[in-house]
């Protein structure tokens, strides 16, 4: 059985603009979790990947641990010359 986090950073590439995109959108809702005024559905967001990975409502304390590989691992990456870095 493979874990949610192996699925998604193995499923995540760092040169795919859809995935590069959706982690940016991720970490956007990660900063804005402490606004009350935020009205935020996290497990829904997480599951707009484009990955078609599912994470389960009962899976959702699993996902800081997730985020935080998914990042490290675009990281590494970026550092690599091997990723889709957005210009804005």
């Not at 760092?14 to 995109?21: G, N």
């Amino acid at each position: 059985m493979t874990s949610t986090t192996v699925k998604f950073v193995t499923a995540f590439d760092a040169l795919d603009r859809a995935h590069v995109m959706w982690l940016k959108k991720v970490m956007d809702m990660a900063g804005s979790l402490g606004d009350p005024k935020a009205e935020i559905n996290m497990v829904n967001m997480i599951n707009t990947n484009p990955f078609g990975i599912t994470l389960e409502k009962r899976d959702a304390l699993d996902w800081p641990h997730i985020h935080f590989v998914l990042c490290a691992s675009y990281a590494r990456a970026v550092l690599c010359g091997r990723a889709h870095v957005p210009t804005f």
